[in-house]
């Protein structure tokens, strides 16, 4: 079956540094990919989203590309701050009336 | 715009008591709604989903129900309360993107469920 696997938290970064979460999938379809940032005692909110291989997902100055060839979404940001301190999950959906597969989540802790 | 509502925020129940949790969406028709639960060191995982009123399915066995009373309410409810059923419920809705697109979930801030 499908699945979603994120590099194991958490990870510790001082602000203005880069950022890599990494994610893979499996997957036996087509999936569009997804990354949600849950801040503390918060639900999830949709970080950014890529529908098709090649595909870039953008938002707040995180960024994600759908690699259909290594099976990869990772998210990047090229310089932290303290307020992106949350928890990271990575998921694949298809469509409606289905559930979104999520990986484990990645918590992020930045540090002034 | 679409907001979503879930109430209570927290709740702090007793084994074997019942449970009532809801959940609402404005701003949107016909949408589709989940019910999620995320359980500490397990990732989410979905319960039920609804693609209209009265058109409910479960993904997971167990002693919780889900209602659809109206078109942007959700409600997931149990008799009898057991300790696992512990966690943080996510409610989430989307609506269906149209030929050749994803179904982007958006979620509400949760109701933390504790069971004593």
């Known amino acids: 079956g499908d699945s979603v696997t994120q590099m194991e938290g958490p990870v510790t970064l001082s602000e203005e540094a880069f950022l890599t979460i990494n994610c893979t999938y499996t997957?036996?379809?087509?999936?569009?990919l997804f990354w949600y940032v849950q801040y503390p005692g918060e639900g999830l909110q949709l970080l950014l989203k890529?529908?098709?291989?090649?595909d870039k997902g953008s938002n707040k100055g995180f960024e994600a590309t759908y690699r259909k060839e290594t099976t990869s979404f990772h998210l990047e940001k090229g310089s932290v701050q303290v307020s992106d301190s949350a928890v990271y999950f990575c998921?694949?959906?298809?469509?409606?009336?289905?559930?979104?597969?999520f990986g484990k989540g990645t918590t992020l802790s930045v540090s002034s | 715009s679409q907001t979503i509502h879930q109430w209570p925020a927290t709740l702090v129940q007793p084994v074997g008591s019942p449970l009532s949790l809801e959940c609402t969406v404005e701003?949107?028709?016909?949408?589709?709604l989940y019910w999620y639960r995320q359980a500490a060191g397990r990732g989410l995982q979905l319960l039920f989903y609804?693609?209209?009123?009265?058109?409910i399915s479960s993904e997971v066995p167990q002693n919780l129900s889900a209602s659809r009373p109206q078109d942007r309410q959700f409600i997931l409810s149990s008799k009898k309360l057991l300790l696992s059923d512990s966690g943080f419920y996510l409610c989430?809705?989307?609506?269906?993107?149209?030929?050749?697109?994803?179904?982007?979930?958006?979620f509400g801030p949760g109701t933390r469920l504790t069971v004593l």
């Open positions: 989430a809705w989307s609506v269906e993107a149209g030929t050749g697109g994803s179904d982007t979930q958006y």
């Open positions: 997957a036996t379809g087509y999936p569009s």
């Open positions: 890529a529908t098709k291989a090649d």
């Open positions: 998921a694949l959906g298809y469509q409606a009336g289905t559930a979104l597969i």
């Open positions: 701003g949107t028709s016909n949408p589709n």
């Open positions: 609804s693609i209209g009123i009265d058109q």
